[in-house]
Protein backbone atom coordinates (compact mmCIF):
# COMPACT_ATOMS: atom_id res chain seq x y z
CA UNK A 1 0.00 0.00 0.00
CA UNK A 2 1.42 3.70 -1.26
CA UNK A 3 1.76 6.22 1.49
CA UNK A 4 -1.33 8.15 0.03
CA UNK A 5 -3.49 5.37 0.73
CA UNK A 6 -1.97 4.74 4.43
CA UNK A 7 -2.18 8.76 5.06
CA UNK A 8 -6.04 8.52 3.92
CA UNK A 9 -7.02 5.54 6.19
CA UNK A 10 -5.71 7.07 8.73
CA UNK A 11 -7.30 10.42 8.31
CA UNK A 12 -10.89 8.43 8.19
CA UNK A 13 -10.53 6.49 11.04
CA UNK A 14 -9.60 9.52 13.20
CA UNK A 15 -12.88 11.04 11.84
CA UNK A 16 -16.73 11.02 13.25
CA UNK A 17 -17.60 9.79 10.16
CA UNK A 18 -20.18 6.80 9.15
CA UNK A 19 -18.67 5.86 6.63
CA UNK A 20 -16.02 3.20 6.85
CA UNK A 21 -12.52 3.61 5.75
CA UNK A 22 -12.29 0.26 3.31
CA UNK A 23 -15.61 2.30 1.61
CA UNK A 24 -13.69 5.55 0.95
CA UNK A 25 -10.80 3.77 0.01
CA UNK A 26 -12.76 1.79 -2.73
CA UNK A 27 -14.37 4.87 -3.59
CA UNK A 28 -11.42 6.59 -3.84
CA UNK A 29 -9.85 3.66 -6.06
CA UNK A 30 -12.96 3.72 -8.44
CA UNK A 31 -12.68 6.98 -9.51
CA UNK A 32 -9.18 7.04 -9.88
CA UNK A 33 -9.77 3.90 -12.68
CA UNK A 34 -12.81 5.93 -14.42
CA UNK A 35 -11.48 7.44 -17.72
CA UNK A 36 -10.56 10.96 -17.68
CA UNK A 37 -13.00 11.99 -21.10
CA UNK A 38 -16.22 10.11 -19.02
CA UNK A 39 -15.18 11.84 -15.60
CA UNK A 40 -15.77 15.66 -17.72
CA UNK A 41 -18.92 13.98 -19.10
CA UNK A 42 -20.46 13.04 -15.52
CA UNK A 43 -19.32 16.46 -14.24
CA UNK A 44 -21.04 18.21 -16.91
CA UNK A 45 -24.17 15.70 -16.05
CA UNK A 46 -23.78 17.10 -12.40
CA UNK A 47 -23.69 20.69 -12.97
CA UNK A 48 -26.89 21.16 -15.48
CA UNK A 49 -29.03 19.10 -13.01
CA UNK A 50 -27.83 21.22 -10.31
CA UNK A 51 -28.58 24.19 -12.43
CA UNK A 52 -32.07 22.75 -13.22
CA UNK A 53 -33.11 21.54 -9.62
CA UNK A 54 -32.29 25.65 -8.46
CA UNK A 55 -34.21 26.78 -11.18
CA UNK A 56 -37.36 24.60 -9.96
CA UNK A 57 -36.82 25.21 -6.30
CA UNK A 58 -36.30 29.04 -7.34
CA UNK A 59 -39.58 29.08 -8.94
CA UNK A 60 -41.28 26.88 -6.28
CA UNK A 61 -40.48 29.64 -3.82
CA UNK A 62 -42.04 33.08 -5.90
CA UNK A 63 -45.28 30.94 -6.98
CA UNK A 64 -46.16 30.31 -3.28
CA UNK A 65 -45.52 33.84 -2.26
CA UNK A 66 -48.79 36.14 -1.47
CA UNK A 67 -50.17 37.82 -5.58
CA UNK A 68 -48.90 41.14 -3.79
CA UNK A 69 -46.17 40.51 -3.32
CA UNK A 70 -44.80 38.91 -7.03
CA UNK A 71 -47.00 40.93 -9.26
CA UNK A 72 -46.02 43.91 -10.91
CA UNK A 73 -48.41 46.88 -10.38
CA UNK A 74 -51.17 47.48 -12.73
CA UNK A 75 -50.62 43.28 -13.95
CA UNK A 76 -52.75 40.36 -13.87
CA UNK A 77 -51.77 37.27 -12.55
CA UNK A 78 -53.66 33.53 -11.91
CA UNK A 79 -52.95 31.16 -8.81
CA UNK A 80 -54.14 28.17 -8.21
CA UNK A 81 -57.07 28.37 -5.44
CA UNK A 82 -56.48 25.53 -3.92
CA UNK A 83 -53.75 21.98 -4.48
CA UNK A 84 -56.72 20.08 -5.73
CA UNK A 85 -55.94 19.97 -9.92
CA UNK A 86 -59.74 20.16 -10.56
CA UNK A 87 -60.42 23.66 -8.39
CA UNK A 88 -60.85 26.96 -10.41
CA UNK A 89 -58.28 29.18 -11.31
CA UNK A 90 -58.81 32.59 -9.62
CA UNK A 91 -57.58 35.68 -11.42
CA UNK A 92 -55.90 38.33 -8.75
CA UNK A 93 -55.23 41.71 -9.83
CA UNK A 94 -53.41 44.61 -8.53
CA UNK A 95 -54.72 48.42 -9.49
CA UNK A 96 -52.12 50.38 -7.22
CA UNK A 97 -50.69 52.23 -9.75
CA UNK A 98 -54.00 52.91 -11.82
CA UNK A 99 -56.56 53.61 -8.89
CA UNK A 100 -55.91 56.32 -6.74
CA UNK A 101 -56.68 55.74 -2.79
CA UNK A 102 -59.79 57.46 -1.58
CA UNK A 103 -58.97 60.57 0.24
CA UNK A 104 -60.37 59.80 4.06
CA UNK A 105 -63.04 62.75 4.67
CA UNK A 106 -62.47 64.47 7.82
CA UNK A 107 -65.19 64.85 10.42
CA UNK A 108 -67.28 68.11 9.78
CA UNK A 109 -67.61 69.94 12.93
CA UNK A 110 -70.98 71.46 13.76
CA UNK A 111 -70.64 75.56 14.27
CA UNK A 112 -73.46 77.99 16.59
CA UNK A 113 -75.91 79.94 14.38
CA UNK A 114 -73.47 83.07 14.79
CA UNK A 115 -70.71 81.07 13.17
CA UNK A 116 -72.35 81.20 9.83
CA UNK A 117 -71.89 84.53 9.47
CA UNK A 118 -68.57 84.97 8.24
CA UNK A 119 -68.88 86.22 4.51
CA UNK A 120 -68.61 82.96 3.06
CA UNK A 121 -72.29 82.50 1.64
CA UNK A 122 -73.84 79.55 0.89
CA UNK A 123 -72.57 76.27 1.93
CA UNK A 124 -73.33 72.70 3.23
CA UNK A 125 -73.40 73.58 7.04
CA UNK A 126 -73.82 71.37 10.01
CA UNK A 127 -75.53 73.91 12.75
CA UNK A 128 -76.40 73.52 16.59
CA UNK A 129 -78.74 75.97 18.38
CA UNK A 130 -81.99 75.81 19.55
CA UNK A 131 -85.77 75.24 17.68
CA UNK A 132 -88.59 77.42 17.90
CA UNK A 133 -91.14 77.10 15.92
CA UNK A 134 -94.51 78.95 16.14
CA UNK A 135 -97.25 80.39 13.80
CA UNK A 136 -94.73 82.69 11.85
CA UNK A 137 -92.30 79.97 11.24
CA UNK A 138 -89.58 77.74 12.66
CA UNK A 139 -85.93 79.11 13.25
CA UNK A 140 -82.59 77.61 14.83
CA UNK A 141 -81.52 79.79 17.94
CA UNK A 142 -78.21 80.41 19.55
CA UNK A 143 -80.11 80.70 23.33
CA UNK A 144 -83.14 79.98 24.76
CA UNK A 145 -85.06 82.21 27.50
CA UNK A 146 -86.48 80.99 30.43
CA UNK A 147 -89.82 81.87 29.27
CA UNK A 148 -92.67 79.75 28.73
CA UNK A 149 -92.73 78.83 26.01
CA UNK A 150 -89.30 79.56 25.11
CA UNK A 151 -87.99 82.45 23.23
CA UNK A 152 -85.82 82.62 21.09
CA UNK A 153 -82.00 84.41 21.82
CA UNK A 154 -78.87 85.50 20.13
CA UNK A 155 -78.46 85.06 16.95
CA UNK A 156 -81.17 82.78 14.68
CA UNK A 157 -81.41 81.85 11.26
CA UNK A 158 -84.92 81.17 9.37
CA UNK A 159 -85.35 77.52 8.82
CA UNK A 160 -86.72 77.31 5.01
CA UNK A 161 -88.49 74.20 5.07
CA UNK A 162 -89.69 73.44 8.80
CA UNK A 163 -92.08 70.66 7.70
CA UNK A 164 -88.60 68.66 7.22
CA UNK A 165 -88.22 68.40 10.51
CA UNK A 166 -87.23 64.90 12.28
CA UNK A 167 -86.93 65.92 16.16
CA UNK A 168 -88.62 65.71 19.44
CA UNK A 169 -90.40 68.89 20.10
CA UNK A 170 -92.05 70.47 23.54
CA UNK A 171 -95.44 72.30 22.97
CA UNK A 172 -96.95 74.96 24.81
CA UNK A 173 -98.99 77.51 23.94
CA UNK A 174 -98.47 77.27 20.01
CA UNK A 175 -95.37 77.23 20.28
CA UNK A 176 -92.89 74.50 19.55
CA UNK A 177 -89.15 73.42 21.05
CA UNK A 178 -86.28 71.50 21.52
CA UNK A 179 -85.37 70.84 24.89
CA UNK A 180 -81.76 70.93 24.64
CA UNK A 181 -79.17 71.43 21.80
CA UNK A 182 -79.86 70.17 18.70
CA UNK A 183 -77.82 69.35 15.23
CA UNK A 184 -79.28 70.21 12.02
CA UNK A 185 -78.01 69.30 8.95
CA UNK A 186 -79.00 71.95 6.29
CA UNK A 187 -78.12 74.15 3.56
CA UNK A 188 -77.18 77.85 3.91
CA UNK A 189 -78.32 79.80 1.26
CA UNK A 190 -76.76 82.84 2.65
CA UNK A 191 -80.17 84.28 4.25
CA UNK A 192 -81.70 80.81 5.80
CA UNK A 193 -81.36 77.03 6.46
CA UNK A 194 -83.09 74.53 4.20
CA UNK A 195 -83.32 71.15 5.40
CA UNK A 196 -83.99 69.46 1.73
CA UNK A 197 -80.95 70.28 0.48
CA UNK A 198 -79.41 73.20 -2.12
CA UNK A 199 -82.36 71.99 -4.59
CA UNK A 200 -84.86 72.30 -2.15
CA UNK A 201 -84.01 76.07 -1.67
CA UNK A 202 -84.38 76.99 -6.00
CA UNK A 203 -87.49 77.71 -7.74
CA UNK A 204 -88.69 75.26 -9.91
CA UNK A 205 -89.72 75.59 -13.71
CA UNK A 206 -93.38 75.97 -13.04
CA UNK A 207 -92.28 78.42 -10.01
CA UNK A 208 -90.81 80.33 -12.51
CA UNK A 209 -93.39 80.16 -15.38
CA UNK A 210 -95.97 81.58 -12.59
CA UNK A 211 -93.52 84.44 -11.52
CA UNK A 212 -92.92 85.30 -15.39
CA UNK A 213 -96.19 85.48 -15.92
CA UNK A 214 -97.07 87.04 -12.43
CA UNK A 215 -94.66 90.62 -13.67
CA UNK A 216 -95.83 90.66 -17.11
CA UNK A 217 -99.17 90.92 -16.22
CA UNK A 218 -98.02 93.12 -12.90
CA UNK A 219 -96.69 95.56 -15.77
CA UNK A 220 -99.35 95.48 -17.97
CA UNK A 221 -102.42 94.33 -16.09
CA UNK A 222 -105.38 93.23 -18.75
CA UNK A 223 -107.57 90.46 -19.72
CA UNK A 224 -105.00 89.06 -21.91
CA UNK A 225 -102.19 88.87 -19.04
CA UNK A 226 -104.67 87.92 -16.46
CA UNK A 227 -105.11 84.53 -18.93
CA UNK A 228 -101.63 83.46 -18.71
CA UNK A 229 -101.07 83.86 -14.49
CA UNK A 230 -102.00 80.21 -13.07
CA UNK A 231 -104.71 82.22 -10.82
CA UNK A 232 -107.48 79.77 -8.96
CA UNK A 233 -110.94 80.65 -9.46
CA UNK A 234 -110.59 83.73 -6.89
CA UNK A 235 -107.57 85.23 -5.36
CA UNK A 236 -106.80 86.52 -1.68
CA UNK A 237 -105.18 89.57 -1.38
CA UNK A 238 -103.36 90.44 2.22
CA UNK A 239 -100.29 92.45 4.12
CA UNK A 240 -98.11 90.65 5.52
CA UNK A 241 -100.46 87.71 7.26
CA UNK A 242 -103.07 90.07 7.40
CA UNK A 243 -106.62 89.30 4.66
CA UNK A 244 -107.84 92.38 2.96
CA UNK A 245 -109.82 91.34 0.19
CA UNK A 246 -110.95 88.14 -2.12
CA UNK A 247 -111.17 89.27 -5.27
CA UNK A 248 -113.00 86.57 -8.61
CA UNK A 249 -111.03 85.72 -11.34
CA UNK A 250 -112.64 88.31 -13.40
CA UNK A 251 -111.78 91.26 -11.58
CA UNK A 252 -108.01 90.47 -11.63
CA UNK A 253 -107.64 92.66 -14.65
CA UNK A 254 -108.78 95.42 -13.08
CA UNK A 255 -105.40 97.12 -11.30
CA UNK A 256 -107.81 99.35 -9.07
CA UNK A 257 -109.14 96.00 -7.32
CA UNK A 258 -105.62 95.46 -6.24
CA UNK A 259 -105.03 98.75 -4.37
CA UNK A 260 -105.66 97.90 -0.30
CA UNK A 261 -106.59 101.02 0.91
CA UNK A 262 -105.36 100.73 4.42
CA UNK A 263 -104.67 103.80 6.24
CA UNK A 264 -101.54 102.84 8.40
CA UNK A 265 -99.59 99.48 7.68
CA UNK A 266 -95.89 99.22 9.04
CA UNK A 267 -96.20 102.87 10.19
CA UNK A 268 -96.53 103.95 6.49
CA UNK A 269 -99.78 105.43 5.08
CA UNK A 270 -101.86 103.83 1.74
CA UNK A 271 -102.63 102.82 -0.43
CA UNK A 272 -101.12 99.59 -1.28
CA UNK A 273 -100.89 97.51 -4.43
CA UNK A 274 -98.67 94.37 -4.80
CA UNK A 275 -98.56 95.35 -8.43
CA UNK A 276 -96.73 97.97 -8.18
CA UNK A 277 -93.98 96.90 -5.58
CA UNK A 278 -92.78 94.19 -8.38
CA UNK A 279 -89.62 95.80 -10.34
CA UNK A 280 -86.48 93.81 -11.60
CA UNK A 281 -84.29 92.97 -10.30
CA UNK A 282 -85.47 90.59 -7.70
CA UNK A 283 -84.85 87.47 -6.55
CA UNK A 284 -87.26 84.11 -5.92
CA UNK A 285 -86.99 81.82 -3.16
CA UNK A 286 -89.32 79.04 -1.99
CA UNK A 287 -90.65 78.81 1.60
CA UNK A 288 -90.40 80.87 5.01
CA UNK A 289 -88.21 84.00 4.60
CA UNK A 290 -87.42 86.42 6.99
CA UNK A 291 -88.95 89.72 7.38
CA UNK A 292 -85.29 91.38 6.16
CA UNK A 293 -83.95 91.80 9.51
CA UNK A 294 -86.73 90.57 11.67
CA UNK A 295 -87.87 87.05 11.84
CA UNK A 296 -90.23 85.48 9.61
CA UNK A 297 -94.40 86.39 9.27
CA UNK A 298 -96.93 84.25 9.34
CA UNK A 299 -99.36 83.35 5.86
CA UNK A 300 -102.55 84.15 5.87
CA UNK A 301 -104.73 82.00 7.95
CA UNK A 302 -105.99 79.18 5.46
CA UNK A 303 -102.78 79.21 3.06
CA UNK A 304 -100.64 77.03 5.81
CA UNK A 305 -99.87 74.32 3.53
CA UNK A 306 -99.47 76.18 0.21
CA UNK A 307 -96.17 76.27 -1.79
CA UNK A 308 -94.74 80.21 -0.57
CA UNK A 309 -93.02 81.44 -3.60
CA UNK A 310 -91.73 84.80 -2.37
CA UNK A 311 -90.16 88.10 -4.72
CA UNK A 312 -87.92 89.98 -2.84
CA UNK A 313 -85.48 93.02 -4.25
CA UNK A 314 -82.14 91.55 -4.81
CA UNK A 315 -80.02 94.03 -3.44
CA UNK A 316 -80.56 96.83 -1.03
CA UNK A 317 -79.09 99.50 1.03
CA UNK A 318 -81.21 98.85 4.26
CA UNK A 319 -84.54 97.45 5.38
CA UNK A 320 -86.57 100.60 4.22
CA UNK A 321 -85.73 99.16 0.70
CA UNK A 322 -86.96 96.20 1.29
CA UNK A 323 -90.11 94.29 0.15
CA UNK A 324 -91.65 91.19 -0.48
CA UNK A 325 -94.36 90.18 -2.87
CA UNK A 326 -95.84 86.16 -1.67
CA UNK A 327 -97.45 83.85 -4.10
CA UNK A 328 -99.38 80.85 -2.39
CA UNK A 329 -99.20 78.29 -4.71
CA UNK A 330 -101.30 75.25 -4.09
CA UNK A 331 -100.94 71.75 -4.77
CA UNK A 332 -102.56 71.57 -8.28
CA UNK A 333 -100.27 74.74 -9.29
CA UNK A 334 -102.82 77.34 -9.09
CA UNK A 335 -102.24 80.64 -7.02
CA UNK A 336 -104.53 80.89 -4.21
CA UNK A 337 -102.99 84.31 -2.22
CA UNK A 338 -100.86 86.98 -3.02
CA UNK A 339 -99.60 89.08 -0.29
CA UNK A 340 -97.27 91.80 -0.15
CA UNK A 341 -95.15 93.52 3.07
CA UNK A 342 -93.07 96.59 4.01
CA UNK A 343 -90.21 97.35 6.31
CA UNK A 344 -90.69 99.35 9.01
CA UNK A 345 -89.19 103.14 9.15
Known amino acids: MSDFQNDLRNYVESSASPVSADEVMGSRLATRR ?10 VALATAAAVLAAVVGASYFINQ ?3 QVVPIGTTATTQASNDPASDPTVTSTTIADTPATPS ?22 VTGF ?49 GLV ?26 AAVEAFVEFAQAPDQASVASVPFGDQVVLG ?76 TTTSCLEWWTVDLFVDTDGTIGAVTMDLYEP
Not at 186 to 202: F, K, P
Not at 267 to 280: D, I, N, Q
Request: proline share 11%; net charge negative.
Open 34 to 43: VDPSTRRGLV
Open 66 to 68: APD
Open 105 to 126: VPDVEPVVVSGLFDGEGPRNAL
Open 131 to 179: VVWDASGARLCDFLNESLPPLCEGAWLVIADPDSLDLPLEQSQGVRWTS
Open 183 to 208: EIQAWYDGNRLVLGGADAALPNAGDL
Open 239 to 314: LASNTVTTLLLDELADPNKWSLDMEIFRARTGPFSALALVEPPFTVTIGSHPHCASPPVAPPAGFETYRRVSLQPE
